[in-house]
Protein backbone atom coordinates (compact mmCIF):
# COMPACT_ATOMS: atom_id res chain seq x y z
CA UNK A 1 0.00 0.00 0.00
CA UNK A 2 1.14 3.50 -1.14
CA UNK A 3 1.29 6.51 1.26
CA UNK A 4 2.13 10.44 1.95
CA UNK A 5 2.78 11.57 4.79
CA UNK A 6 2.15 15.34 5.28
CA UNK A 7 3.57 17.43 8.36
CA UNK A 8 2.86 20.78 9.04
CA UNK A 9 5.93 22.77 8.02
CA UNK A 10 7.19 20.36 5.29
CA UNK A 11 4.67 20.60 2.63
CA UNK A 12 4.89 17.26 0.93
CA UNK A 13 1.46 17.15 -0.53
CA UNK A 14 -0.75 20.50 -1.14
CA UNK A 15 -3.58 19.20 -2.83
CA UNK A 16 -5.85 21.71 -4.55
CA UNK A 17 -9.24 20.47 -3.16
CA UNK A 18 -12.05 22.24 -2.80
CA UNK A 19 -14.98 21.69 -0.55
CA UNK A 20 -17.79 19.81 -2.21
CA UNK A 21 -21.46 20.70 -2.44
CA UNK A 22 -21.69 18.40 1.14
CA UNK A 23 -19.20 19.48 4.12
CA UNK A 24 -18.29 16.99 6.89
CA UNK A 25 -18.48 18.12 10.89
CA UNK A 26 -16.44 18.46 13.60
CA UNK A 27 -18.03 17.93 16.79
CA UNK A 28 -20.21 20.66 18.22
CA UNK A 29 -19.94 22.09 21.75
CA UNK A 30 -20.78 19.37 24.34
CA UNK A 31 -22.15 21.66 26.63
CA UNK A 32 -25.12 21.65 24.01
CA UNK A 33 -28.57 20.46 24.91
CA UNK A 34 -30.16 21.07 21.93
CA UNK A 35 -31.62 18.12 20.58
CA UNK A 36 -31.92 19.59 17.38
CA UNK A 37 -27.87 20.78 16.92
CA UNK A 38 -27.42 16.47 16.70
CA UNK A 39 -29.05 16.37 13.59
CA UNK A 40 -27.06 19.41 12.28
CA UNK A 41 -23.60 18.30 10.86
CA UNK A 42 -21.18 21.27 11.56
CA UNK A 43 -19.61 22.49 8.41
CA UNK A 44 -15.56 22.70 9.52
CA UNK A 45 -14.28 23.99 6.35
CA UNK A 46 -14.79 27.11 3.58
CA UNK A 47 -13.55 27.03 -0.40
CA UNK A 48 -10.31 27.28 -0.98
CA UNK A 49 -8.79 26.56 2.66
CA UNK A 50 -7.67 22.90 1.62
CA UNK A 51 -8.49 19.98 3.53
CA UNK A 52 -5.74 19.92 6.28
CA UNK A 53 -6.43 21.77 9.94
CA UNK A 54 -3.18 20.43 11.79
CA UNK A 55 -1.60 22.10 14.80
CA UNK A 56 1.69 22.73 15.63
CA UNK A 57 3.78 18.80 15.69
CA UNK A 58 1.12 17.51 14.81
CA UNK A 59 1.55 14.84 11.42
CA UNK A 60 -0.58 13.30 8.78
CA UNK A 61 -0.64 10.01 6.90
CA UNK A 62 -2.55 9.44 3.67
CA UNK A 63 -2.86 5.97 2.61
CA UNK A 64 -4.03 5.41 -1.58
CA UNK A 65 -5.92 2.14 -1.41
CA UNK A 66 -7.73 0.29 -4.11
CA UNK A 67 -11.52 -0.68 -4.46
CA UNK A 68 -11.74 -4.96 -4.47
CA UNK A 69 -13.76 -5.63 -7.22
CA UNK A 70 -12.16 -2.60 -9.60
CA UNK A 71 -8.50 -0.41 -10.53
CA UNK A 72 -10.52 2.33 -8.46
CA UNK A 73 -8.30 3.82 -5.96
CA UNK A 74 -9.23 6.04 -3.14
CA UNK A 75 -7.37 7.92 -0.13
CA UNK A 76 -7.80 7.48 3.57
CA UNK A 77 -6.14 9.79 6.14
CA UNK A 78 -4.72 8.93 9.76
CA UNK A 79 -3.21 10.89 12.37
CA UNK A 80 1.10 10.17 12.69
CA UNK A 81 1.59 7.52 14.88
CA UNK A 82 -1.88 6.52 15.23
CA UNK A 83 -2.49 2.27 14.72
CA UNK A 84 -3.08 1.05 11.51
CA UNK A 85 -6.27 -1.60 10.96
CA UNK A 86 -4.81 -4.99 10.75
CA UNK A 87 -6.04 -7.93 9.25
CA UNK A 88 -8.98 -6.14 7.98
CA UNK A 89 -9.29 -6.46 4.52
CA UNK A 90 -11.61 -9.78 4.46
CA UNK A 91 -14.29 -7.29 6.29
CA UNK A 92 -13.71 -4.49 4.22
CA UNK A 93 -14.18 -6.67 0.59
CA UNK A 94 -17.49 -8.45 2.35
CA UNK A 95 -18.78 -5.08 3.27
CA UNK A 96 -17.97 -3.35 -0.24
CA UNK A 97 -19.63 -6.82 -1.79
CA UNK A 98 -22.93 -5.95 0.51
CA UNK A 99 -22.90 -2.33 -1.14
CA UNK A 100 -23.46 -4.22 -4.31
CA UNK A 101 -22.16 -1.34 -6.30
CA UNK A 102 -24.07 1.04 -4.86
CA UNK A 103 -26.50 0.72 -7.84
CA UNK A 104 -28.78 4.02 -8.56
CA UNK A 105 -32.35 3.52 -8.69
CA UNK A 106 -35.15 4.71 -11.18
CA UNK A 107 -35.77 7.84 -9.21
CA UNK A 108 -33.69 10.02 -10.56
CA UNK A 109 -30.01 11.50 -10.86
CA UNK A 110 -29.99 12.97 -7.18
CA UNK A 111 -30.92 9.42 -5.36
CA UNK A 112 -27.73 8.12 -4.81
CA UNK A 113 -28.33 5.24 -2.31
CA UNK A 114 -26.99 5.16 0.69
CA UNK A 115 -24.10 3.57 3.09
CA UNK A 116 -24.93 4.10 6.67
CA UNK A 117 -22.10 3.53 9.32
CA UNK A 118 -22.66 3.37 12.95
CA UNK A 119 -19.02 3.36 14.61
CA UNK A 120 -15.79 4.76 15.56
CA UNK A 121 -12.58 5.27 13.23
CA UNK A 122 -13.73 3.07 10.11
CA UNK A 123 -12.39 5.81 7.71
CA UNK A 124 -11.34 2.77 5.20
CA UNK A 125 -14.87 1.53 4.76
CA UNK A 126 -16.72 5.04 4.76
CA UNK A 127 -14.00 6.23 1.76
CA UNK A 128 -14.36 2.76 0.18
CA UNK A 129 -18.54 3.48 0.16
CA UNK A 130 -17.96 6.98 -1.09
CA UNK A 131 -15.72 5.82 -4.00
CA UNK A 132 -18.27 3.31 -5.12
CA UNK A 133 -20.36 6.31 -5.46
CA UNK A 134 -22.71 5.25 -2.18
CA UNK A 135 -24.29 8.92 -0.51
CA UNK A 136 -22.18 8.47 2.70
CA UNK A 137 -23.42 9.05 6.16
CA UNK A 138 -21.40 8.38 9.20
CA UNK A 139 -22.09 8.41 12.86
CA UNK A 140 -19.05 8.74 15.07
CA UNK A 141 -19.03 10.04 18.33
CA UNK A 142 -15.40 10.55 19.00
CA UNK A 143 -14.09 13.92 17.67
CA UNK A 144 -10.56 12.98 16.56
CA UNK A 145 -11.84 10.51 14.29
CA UNK A 146 -14.47 12.66 13.10
CA UNK A 147 -11.67 15.46 12.41
CA UNK A 148 -9.50 13.04 10.22
CA UNK A 149 -12.49 11.45 8.92
CA UNK A 150 -13.45 15.16 7.75
CA UNK A 151 -9.92 15.30 5.78
CA UNK A 152 -10.38 11.87 4.00
CA UNK A 153 -13.86 13.22 2.62
CA UNK A 154 -12.21 16.51 1.44
CA UNK A 155 -9.33 15.08 -0.74
CA UNK A 156 -11.64 12.70 -2.18
CA UNK A 157 -13.69 15.33 -3.39
CA UNK A 158 -17.40 12.91 -3.33
CA UNK A 159 -19.35 13.88 -5.96
CA UNK A 160 -21.68 12.21 -4.24
CA UNK A 161 -23.24 13.13 -0.53
CA UNK A 162 -20.59 12.43 2.30
CA UNK A 163 -21.55 13.49 5.94
CA UNK A 164 -20.33 13.11 9.21
CA UNK A 165 -22.52 13.10 12.43
CA UNK A 166 -20.75 14.09 15.52
CA UNK A 167 -23.06 11.61 17.71
CA UNK A 168 -23.85 7.77 18.40
CA UNK A 169 -27.20 6.43 16.55
CA UNK A 170 -29.20 5.63 19.40
CA UNK A 171 -32.99 4.48 20.40
CA UNK A 172 -34.12 7.98 20.72
CA UNK A 173 -32.87 11.58 20.29
CA UNK A 174 -32.41 14.27 22.78
CA UNK A 175 -30.75 12.23 25.29
CA UNK A 176 -27.20 11.62 26.26
CA UNK A 177 -25.23 7.88 25.50
CA UNK A 178 -23.29 6.99 28.69
CA UNK A 179 -20.28 5.51 26.81
CA UNK A 180 -18.15 2.48 28.97
CA UNK A 181 -15.13 3.74 30.74
CA UNK A 182 -11.67 3.82 29.27
CA UNK A 183 -9.17 1.41 31.19
CA UNK A 184 -7.03 4.16 33.44
CA UNK A 185 -3.51 4.27 32.81
CA UNK A 186 -0.77 1.61 34.39
CA UNK A 187 0.30 4.30 37.40
CA UNK A 188 -3.05 5.46 37.72
CA UNK A 189 -5.11 5.23 40.74
CA UNK A 190 -7.93 7.45 39.78
CA UNK A 191 -11.39 5.65 38.40
CA UNK A 192 -11.61 6.39 34.46
CA UNK A 193 -14.22 9.21 33.55
CA UNK A 194 -17.86 7.91 31.92
CA UNK A 195 -18.40 10.12 28.76
CA UNK A 196 -21.70 11.34 27.81
CA UNK A 197 -22.28 11.74 23.46
CA UNK A 198 -25.13 12.94 21.92
CA UNK A 199 -27.55 10.19 20.87
CA UNK A 200 -29.65 10.20 17.70
CA UNK A 201 -32.50 7.88 15.70
CA UNK A 202 -31.75 7.22 12.65
CA UNK A 203 -35.05 7.16 12.16
CA UNK A 204 -35.06 11.60 12.85
CA UNK A 205 -32.90 11.52 9.66
CA UNK A 206 -33.57 8.71 7.17
CA UNK A 207 -37.69 7.96 7.42
CA UNK A 208 -37.97 11.63 5.91
CA UNK A 209 -40.10 12.87 3.23
CA UNK A 210 -37.33 14.08 0.15
CA UNK A 211 -35.56 17.34 0.39
CA UNK A 212 -35.64 17.28 4.27
CA UNK A 213 -32.90 19.62 5.31
CA UNK A 214 -30.31 19.05 8.11
CA UNK A 215 -27.84 21.40 9.03
CA UNK A 216 -28.84 23.48 6.01
CA UNK A 217 -27.98 21.00 3.77
CA UNK A 218 -30.92 21.23 1.70
CA UNK A 219 -29.57 18.91 -1.61
CA UNK A 220 -29.48 15.95 -0.34
CA UNK A 221 -32.50 12.85 -0.73
CA UNK A 222 -32.43 11.26 2.49
CA UNK A 223 -35.29 9.19 1.78
CA UNK A 224 -33.27 7.23 -1.15
CA UNK A 225 -32.45 3.38 -0.42
CA UNK A 226 -30.02 2.44 1.72
CA UNK A 227 -27.53 0.03 -0.08
CA UNK A 228 -26.13 -0.99 2.97
CA UNK A 229 -26.60 -0.04 6.73
CA UNK A 230 -23.57 -1.19 8.67
CA UNK A 231 -23.90 -1.20 13.23
CA UNK A 232 -20.58 -2.54 14.80
CA UNK A 233 -20.20 0.05 17.19
CA UNK A 234 -19.72 -2.65 20.41
CA UNK A 235 -15.62 -2.15 20.58
CA UNK A 236 -16.31 1.62 21.33
CA UNK A 237 -19.53 2.00 22.71
CA UNK A 238 -20.20 -1.98 24.53
CA UNK A 239 -22.70 -4.52 23.49
CA UNK A 240 -25.93 -2.34 23.98
CA UNK A 241 -24.95 0.20 21.52
CA UNK A 242 -25.97 -2.11 18.65
CA UNK A 243 -29.51 -2.83 20.19
CA UNK A 244 -30.09 0.88 20.53
CA UNK A 245 -29.27 1.56 16.73
CA UNK A 246 -31.74 -0.94 15.80
CA UNK A 247 -34.36 0.21 17.81
CA UNK A 248 -33.42 3.70 16.67
CA UNK A 249 -33.77 2.80 13.03
CA UNK A 250 -37.15 0.76 13.48
CA UNK A 251 -39.33 2.68 11.46
CA UNK A 252 -36.74 2.96 8.62
CA UNK A 253 -36.24 -0.87 8.06
CA UNK A 254 -40.06 -1.20 8.12
CA UNK A 255 -40.05 0.71 4.88
CA UNK A 256 -38.23 -1.50 3.40
CA UNK A 257 -35.70 0.88 1.68
CA UNK A 258 -32.66 -1.08 3.49
CA UNK A 259 -31.03 -3.21 1.30
CA UNK A 260 -28.27 -4.96 3.60
CA UNK A 261 -27.96 -4.81 7.04
CA UNK A 262 -24.98 -5.56 8.43
CA UNK A 263 -24.73 -5.81 12.10
CA UNK A 264 -22.49 -7.27 15.69
CA UNK A 265 -24.17 -9.54 18.09
CA UNK A 266 -22.14 -9.89 21.14
CA UNK A 267 -24.37 -12.03 22.91
CA UNK A 268 -24.45 -10.51 26.30
CA UNK A 269 -26.99 -10.81 29.02
CA UNK A 270 -28.93 -8.04 28.53
CA UNK A 271 -29.08 -7.16 24.98
CA UNK A 272 -28.83 -10.44 23.18
CA UNK A 273 -32.66 -11.48 23.71
CA UNK A 274 -34.21 -8.24 22.49
CA UNK A 275 -31.54 -8.20 19.29
CA UNK A 276 -32.72 -11.92 18.42
CA UNK A 277 -36.32 -10.31 18.84
CA UNK A 278 -35.52 -7.47 16.08
CA UNK A 279 -33.98 -9.98 13.71
CA UNK A 280 -37.25 -11.95 13.93
CA UNK A 281 -39.16 -9.59 13.00
CA UNK A 282 -37.27 -8.90 9.94
CA UNK A 283 -37.02 -12.23 8.92
CA UNK A 284 -41.26 -11.82 9.21
CA UNK A 285 -40.73 -8.58 6.64
CA UNK A 286 -39.46 -10.31 4.02
CA UNK A 287 -35.37 -10.53 4.94
CA UNK A 288 -33.07 -13.20 4.41
CA UNK A 289 -30.39 -14.24 7.38
CA UNK A 290 -27.01 -15.44 7.29
CA UNK A 291 -23.94 -14.67 9.46
CA UNK A 292 -20.46 -14.61 9.34
CA UNK A 293 -19.14 -15.87 12.87
CA UNK A 294 -16.39 -14.86 15.01
CA UNK A 295 -13.62 -12.67 12.86
CA UNK A 296 -11.16 -13.83 15.60
CA UNK A 297 -11.90 -17.39 14.58
CA UNK A 298 -8.87 -19.05 12.09
CA UNK A 299 -11.12 -21.64 10.86
CA UNK A 300 -13.11 -19.03 8.52
CA UNK A 301 -12.70 -19.19 5.05
CA UNK A 302 -11.66 -15.72 2.82
CA UNK A 303 -12.67 -15.39 -0.75
CA UNK A 304 -12.19 -12.93 -3.10
CA UNK A 305 -15.69 -11.40 -2.07
CA UNK A 306 -14.32 -11.58 1.59
CA UNK A 307 -15.65 -14.10 4.11
CA UNK A 308 -18.44 -16.68 2.92
CA UNK A 309 -22.30 -15.61 4.27
CA UNK A 310 -23.12 -18.89 5.99
CA UNK A 311 -27.87 -18.62 5.63
CA UNK A 312 -29.13 -19.10 8.99
CA UNK A 313 -32.51 -18.00 10.97
CA UNK A 314 -33.80 -16.63 13.83
CA UNK A 315 -34.07 -20.11 15.84
CA UNK A 316 -30.47 -20.71 14.60
CA UNK A 317 -29.17 -17.59 16.46
CA UNK A 318 -31.11 -18.85 19.42
CA UNK A 319 -29.77 -22.44 19.74
CA UNK A 320 -26.01 -20.46 19.34
CA UNK A 321 -26.98 -18.09 22.01
CA UNK A 322 -28.58 -20.88 24.47
CA UNK A 323 -25.07 -22.61 23.68
CA UNK A 324 -22.89 -19.60 24.26
CA UNK A 325 -24.66 -19.11 27.86
CA UNK A 326 -24.40 -22.81 28.72
CA UNK A 327 -20.84 -22.78 27.97
CA UNK A 328 -20.05 -19.35 29.79
CA UNK A 329 -21.78 -20.34 33.00
CA UNK A 330 -19.62 -23.73 33.39
CA UNK A 331 -16.36 -21.64 32.14
CA UNK A 332 -16.77 -18.98 34.77
CA UNK A 333 -18.05 -21.43 37.50
CA UNK A 334 -14.89 -23.33 37.24
CA UNK A 335 -12.50 -20.36 36.54
CA UNK A 336 -11.46 -21.51 33.35
CA UNK A 337 -12.47 -18.21 31.37
CA UNK A 338 -13.77 -14.77 32.02
CA UNK A 339 -16.41 -12.73 29.62
CA UNK A 340 -16.79 -9.40 28.82
CA UNK A 341 -18.65 -7.59 25.47
CA UNK A 342 -17.89 -10.08 23.14
CA UNK A 343 -14.63 -11.36 24.61
CA UNK A 344 -13.44 -13.92 26.73
CA UNK A 345 -9.73 -14.53 28.21
CA UNK A 346 -8.64 -17.80 30.17
CA UNK A 347 -6.46 -18.28 32.66
CA UNK A 348 -3.58 -18.83 30.15
CA UNK A 349 -4.22 -15.03 29.52
CA UNK A 350 -5.29 -15.95 25.75
CA UNK A 351 -8.36 -14.07 24.32
CA UNK A 352 -10.97 -15.24 21.78
CA UNK A 353 -13.60 -12.93 20.48
CA UNK A 354 -17.12 -14.69 20.23
CA UNK A 355 -19.37 -12.27 18.63
CA UNK A 356 -20.96 -12.83 15.46
CA UNK A 357 -21.37 -10.40 12.59
CA UNK A 358 -24.61 -11.26 11.58
CA UNK A 359 -26.19 -10.06 8.18
CA UNK A 360 -29.90 -8.91 6.74
CA UNK A 361 -30.86 -8.96 3.28
CA UNK A 362 -33.95 -7.80 1.51
CA UNK A 363 -35.67 -10.67 -0.93
CA UNK A 364 -31.93 -12.12 -1.80
CA UNK A 365 -28.41 -11.39 -0.80
CA UNK A 366 -26.00 -9.63 -3.41
CA UNK A 367 -25.05 -11.38 -6.39
CA UNK A 368 -21.08 -11.45 -6.01
CA UNK A 369 -21.85 -12.83 -2.54
CA UNK A 370 -20.51 -15.99 -2.08
CA UNK A 371 -23.29 -17.51 0.22
CA UNK A 372 -23.61 -21.09 1.66
CA UNK A 373 -26.37 -22.96 3.28
CA UNK A 374 -27.03 -23.10 7.20
CA UNK A 375 -23.65 -24.34 8.72
CA UNK A 376 -22.53 -26.80 11.47
CA UNK A 377 -21.65 -24.88 14.50
CA UNK A 378 -18.88 -25.75 16.16
CA UNK A 379 -17.46 -25.18 19.54
CA UNK A 380 -14.05 -26.07 20.58
CA UNK A 381 -11.61 -24.90 23.42
CA UNK A 382 -13.69 -21.62 24.23
CA UNK A 383 -14.15 -21.21 20.99
CA UNK A 384 -16.93 -21.22 18.27
CA UNK A 385 -17.22 -20.70 14.64
CA UNK A 386 -20.09 -21.90 11.62
CA UNK A 387 -18.56 -24.59 9.28
CA UNK A 388 -19.55 -25.62 6.23
CA UNK A 389 -22.06 -28.53 6.62
CA UNK A 390 -20.50 -30.14 2.92
CA UNK A 391 -17.17 -29.72 4.62
CA UNK A 392 -18.63 -31.70 8.23
CA UNK A 393 -20.51 -34.62 5.48
CA UNK A 394 -16.92 -35.25 3.52
CA UNK A 395 -15.10 -35.22 6.72
CA UNK A 396 -17.89 -37.94 7.98
Same mark, same amino acid.
Given at each position: #???????????????????? +????AHL???????????????????? =??????????? @???? +???????????????????????? &???????????? #????????? &????????????? =??????? !??????????????????????????????????? /????? !????? $???? /????????????????????????? !?????????????????????????????? #?????? &?????????????????? =????????? #??????????????? +? *?????????? +???? !????????? *?????????????????????????????????????????? $?????????? *??????? @????EKMNV?????????? =??????????? *????
Amino acid at each position: #MKFLCLLLGIVLLRPAVSVG +HVRGAHLKNAESNDAASVLEPAKSLTA =GRGCFELAPGE @GLTV +HSMKQRHSNTTFLVTRASGEAEPV &GQQALWATLETL #MGGCKRTLD &GPDSAPWFVDVGV =GEHEVAA !LASSLGCATAVFDPNAHDAKTLEMTRCINEPKEPF /VIFPA !LAAAE $DGKK /VALPPKAPAANSTTPAAIEEVDGVA !LDSIFAKDGGTSHGGIDDIKWSAPISLLKI #MPRTCC &GSGATLAALQGAKSLLQT =GRVRCLVAE #MGFDKNTTGPLLQLL +H *DLEHEGYRLG +HIGP !LDSPELEIT *DSGYPIYETDFRQLRELKDMLKKIRKFDERSGYRAYHDGLSL $DKEGHYFEYA *DIVVACR @GSFPEKMNVKEKAKLRFKN =GQWWPEDAKKV *DVQK
